[in-house]
C-alpha cells in the first residue's frame, strides 16, 4: 500500500470537550478592564453584548467545556477535519521534514469560523435572543456567522468593511445566500457611521469600525446580540476541536510535532491549533516549538506594545491588555483580509509575554509565493491568510534541507482561497506590492490608546 496522504477521524473519534487553556497556564491572564472605572469588567459589563453562557465561558478556569449535543450535531456535518501530510510538497522542496497540515477548508464557509460561529449561535438562540450583529473583513466570518444562524433560526446582520464589500461581491452573495443582511461598513444604519460619513464620505472601513457598528445595533435591543469570530477567550476556546482533532490525528500518522506553525489575525485559528498541544508540553509530553506569523504591515505581536487598548476604534469596548498597534490604528489594504486587525487576543498575548510561544512576520508577495507553491503540489488554493503560514513552514522545510534535520512541522491552513482569486490576479499580473512597516502611524495611533496606571 502507499504511503497515506490523509489522517481521518470516525464521528465516534470526535473530541465531545473544548479545552481551556487557562486552567494550565502559570499565571492568569490579566482581566478585562470596565474602561469608565478602570476596574476588572464583571460579567455585567458584558450582558448587553453577549448571552450569559458565553460570558461565563470568558472567564471560566475550568479545563474542559462540554460541547452541547446540538453543536455536535453540527460540526458533524464537516467534522472531523483532515490532516493531511505534504508529501508532494515536501518532495518539492527537497526536504528531510515532514510537513503536517490540518484542513479546515472543508467547512459550509471554507474556513475555520464556524467552529466557533455553530455555538455562538446556539448559545444565543437558547437564551431567547432574536438576531445576531456582527462585524466581518474580508467576509469569512460574516459567512460562518450567516451559515450558523440559519441553523438555530436566528436572523443575521453584518457589517462588511467597505473596501471588501466592493472588492469581494462573492462573499457578500454567500452570506446573503445563508440569509443574512450585509451592509458596507461604515454605513449609514448606525450613529457612528455617519459620524465617519460626514467626514469621510469614501472612508473604507477597517475591522475596528464595523465592530463599532455592530457593537453599537446590539447594544440598544435586549433581542439582538453582538457576536465576534475571534480574539476573545471563548472563541478560542471553542476553536480548540482542531486541534484537539490534530492530537489524535498525530497519533495515527505516529509522529510529534517539532513545530507548529499558524498564521495570526486575532488569533483564533492559531490557538485552536496549537493550545491542546501547549497543553501537551506543559504536562511534560512532548515539547513543540510553537510559533504565530502575522503581516509584516499589521505586526501586533512582533512590533506592538502590551497594554490596555480598546477592542474596536470607537472605543466602547471593555479594555483588554493585549499586543496592540492603537485601537485607532488602520492597516494598509493588504489582501488578507482576516489578518487586518490592530490588536491580538488577550491570551495569545499573555502566552507569548510568559514565553509558551513565538512570533514573526512575514510580507504578503513572500506569503503568495507560498501559497502558489503549495496549490501547485498539495492540490488546495489556501486563502490569503494561511500563505503566512505556509510561508514560514516552507522557509523552515529548506533550512532543514540544509541541515538534514527531519523535523516534523505541524501548519494551520485555516481555509481555502475559491474567493479570494481576485487577489491572486494581482499577484500573477505582478500588481501586488509589500508595504512598509507603517511606523509613524502606528506611533500616532499607539500615543491614543488609554492610560492606564499599572
Ligand atoms: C478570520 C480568518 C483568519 C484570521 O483570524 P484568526 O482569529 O487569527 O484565526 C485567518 N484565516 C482565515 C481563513 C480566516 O477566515
Avoid at 481551556?20 to 497556564?25: H, R
Avoid at 471554507?110 to 438562540?125: D, F, I, L, M
Avoid at 506553525?261 to 506543559?282: D, H, M, Q, V, Y
Avoid at 506569503?367 to 503540489?377: E, I, K, L, N
Wanted: glycine share 8%.
Amino acid at each position: 500500500m502507499s504511503a497515506p496522504l490523509r489522517y481521518l477521524l470516525s464521528d465516534d473519534e470526535m473530541p465531545t470537550t473544548w479545552y481551556n487553556l487557562v486552567a494550565d497556564l502559570p499565571e492568569p491572564p490579566p482581566p478585562a478592564l470596565h474602561p469608565g472605572t478602570l476596574e476588572p469588567a464583571g460579567p455585567d459589563d458584558f450582558a448587553p453584548l453577549f448571552p450569559m453562557e458565553l460570558i461565563m465561558q470568558e472567564v471560566t478556569t475550568d479545563r474542559y467545556v462540554d460541547i452541547p449535543g446540538e453543536v455536535l450535531d453540527v460540526y458533524r456535518l464537516w467534522r472531523a477535519t483532515p490532516l493531511h501530510r505534504a508529501r508532494r510538497l515536501e518532495a518539492a522542496l527537497g526536504t528531510p521534514a515532514r510537513i503536517y497540515y490540518k484542513y479546515e477548508g472543508t467547512s459550509p464557509a471554507g474556513s475555520h469560523k464556524p467552529n466557533t460561529a455553530v455555538p455562538q449561535a446556539y448559545y444565543n438562540a437558547a437564551a431567547g435572543v432574536r438576531k445576531l450583529t456582527t462585524e466581518t473583513g474580508a467576509g469569512q466570518w460574516g459567512t460562518a456567522l450567516a451559515f450558523a444562524c440559519q441553523m438555530f433560526g436566528l436572523e443575521c446582520e453584518v457589517w462588511q468593511v467597505r473596501a471588501s464589500y466592493d472588492q469581494k461581491p462573492y462573499r457578500r452573495a454567500m452570506m446573503q445566500a445563508f440569509g443574512a443582511t450585509v451592509h458596507p461598513s461604515p454605513s449609514e444604519v448606525t450613529e457612528y457611521g455617519r459620524s465617519l460619513l460626514a467626514a469621510d464620505p469614501d472612508n473604507p472601513g477597517s475591522l475596528g469600525i464595523a465592530i463599532s457598528e455592530a457593537v453599537e445595533v446590539a447594544a440598544q435591543d435586549p433581542e439582538i446580540r453582538y457576536a465576534l469570530g475571534s480574539v476573545l477567550n471563548h472563541v478560542l476556546m471553542h476553536q480548540t476541536v482542531i486541534g484537539e482533532e490534530a492530537l489524535l490525528q498525530m497519533a495515527k500518522a505516529g509522529d510529534t510535532p517539532d513545530l507548529i506553525i499558524g498564521c495570526t489575525g486575532g488569533g483564533s485559528n492559531f490557538a485552536g491549533l496549537s493550545f491542546p498541544f501547549i497543553r501537551e508540553k506543559l504536562a511534560g509530553r512532548m515539547s513543540p516549538v510553537v510559533r504565530a506569523v502575522e503581516p509584516a504591515a499589521c505586526p501586533s505581536l512582533t512590533r506592538g506594545v502590551y497594554a490596555y487598548d480598546f477592542g474596536d476604534t470607537a472605543g466602547t469596548t471593555p479594555l483588554m491588555k493585549m499586543h496592540t498597534l492603537g485601537h485607532d490604528f488602520i492597516p494598509d489594504p493588504i489582501h488578507a483580509g482576516g489578518l487586518r486587525y490592530h490588536g491580538m487576543s488577550p491570551l495569545i498575548s499573555h502566552v507569548y509575554e510568559l514565553g509558551l510561544i513565538e512570533a514573526e512576520a512575514i510580507n504578503q508577495t513572500d506569503c503568495f509565493a507560498a501559497g502558489v507553491q503549495f496549490a501547485r503540489t498539495e492540490g488546495i488554493v489556501p486563502a490569503p491568510e494561511p500563505t503566512h503560514a505556509l510561508a514560514a513552514t516552507i522557509a523552515e522545510a529548506l533550512a532543514c534541507r540544509e541541515t538534514g534535520e527531519e523535523k516534523v512541522i505541524l501548519t494551520a491552513l485555516c481555509g481555502h482561497g475559491m474567493l479570494d482569486m481576485a487577489a491572486y490576479d494581482r499577484y500573477f499580473e505582478g500588481g501586488m506590492v509589500d508595504y512598509e512597516y507603517p511606523a509613524e502611524q502606528v506611533a500616532a495611533a499607539l500615543s491614543r490608546i488609554p492610560q492606564v496606571p499599572a
